[in-house]
């Protein structure tokens, strides 16, 4: 698998909103967002399934969304009502079929201001 990017992290206020965005290869079989703040295990944040399917973490149910843009080979996380609890590193995860390895990208940073 080619490593996933991603973008659209930075500086934002708490209440605020932002969009993250995972560019991949395409055609995966799920594709999820990671979070991982220091000291703290990676934790799972959302993930979409080829079947459209998609799951939260309760701590971000409500407030975040993950979606996908196919032609685009891109996958998003709109997080909105953000938290500086909310601050942490993100890490898009990319899986091909459902007994591979998946794949990491090398994160984007989310900083929420109080």
């Known amino acids: 698998q080619v490593q996933p990017v991603e973008s659209g992290g930075g500086l934002v206020q708490a209440g605020g909103s932002l969009q993250l965005s995972c560019a991949n290869s395409?055609?995966?079989?799920?594709v999820s967002w990671y979070r991982q703040a220091p000291g703290l295990q990676r934790e799972l944040v959302a993930s979409?399934?080829?079947?459209?399917?998609?799951d939260y973490a309760d701590f971000v149910k409500g407030r975040f969304t993950i979606s996908s843009d196919n032609a685009k080979n891109t996958v998003y996380l709109q997080m909105n009502s953000l938290k500086p609890e909310d601050t942490a590193g993100y890490y898009c995860?990319?899986?091909?079929?459902?007994?591979?390895?998946?794949?990491w990208g090398r994160g984007t940073q989310v900083t929420v201001s109080s």
């Open positions: 995860y990319t899986e091909a079929g459902p007994f591979e390895f998946g794949t």
């Open positions: 979409l399934t080829s079947d459209g399917s998609a």
């Open positions: 395409g055609s995966m079989f799920r």
